[in-house]
C-alpha cells in the first residue's frame, strides 16, 4: 500500500487521469467526473509536493508546512462564513480548501519540479 502510495505520488496526473476516465465512464457526468478526480488526486499531490519541498529545502516541513496552511485557511473560510451569513457550514468549508488546495498545490508542484530538474542538471 505504502509503495503504491509512492509510485502514485510520483507523478500525481496518473491517478487524477484513472479516476476521471473511469468515473465518468460509469456516470457520463463530466462536472462529477472532475470534482471525484481533484478529490483523489489531492491526496497524492499533497505526499509529492511535501516530498518536492523536503528535497528542494532540505528539511522536514513539507507536509505539516501544508496541513498548516490549510488549516489556517479554513479558519478564515470559517470565520468570513459565520460573519457574513451568521452560521457556520463545516462541510462546504473543507470542499473548499479541499479544491481550492489542488490549484496551489498542482502549480506548487510544476514549479518544484521543474526547479528540481534545474538544479539536479546544472549539478551534473
Known amino acids: 500500500m505504502k509503495q503504491a502510495y509512492g509510485y502514485l505520488s510520483v507523478l500525481p496526473f ?4 484513472a479516476v476521471y476516465i473511469g468515473t465518468y465512464l460509469y456516470s457520463r457526468d463530466r462536472k462529477q467526473s472532475i470534482q471525484l478526480a481533484i478529490d483523489v488526486t489531492m491526496v497524492f499531490l499533497i505526499g509529492s509536493v511535501s516530498g518536492l519541498f523536503n528535497q528542494l529545502f ?7 508546512g501544508i ?3 490549510m488549516l489556517i485557511g479554513a479558519g478564515l473560510l470559517g470565520n468570513l462564513q459565520h460573519r457574513t451569513k451568521g452560521r457556520f457550514d463545516p462541510v462546504r468549508i473543507v470542499r473548499v480548501v479541499w479544491r481550492v488546495g ?3 498545490l498542482a502549480v506548487l508542484y510544476i514549479i518544484f519540479l521543474i526547479v528540481g530538474l534545474i538544479r539536479s542538471i546544472v549539478q551534473v
Open 14 to 17: 496518473i491517478p487524477f487521469a
Open 67 to 69: 496541513l498548516l496552511v
Open 102 to 104: 489542488f490549484f496551489v
Open 58 to 64: 532540505g528539511g522536514s516541513f513539507g507536509f505539516y
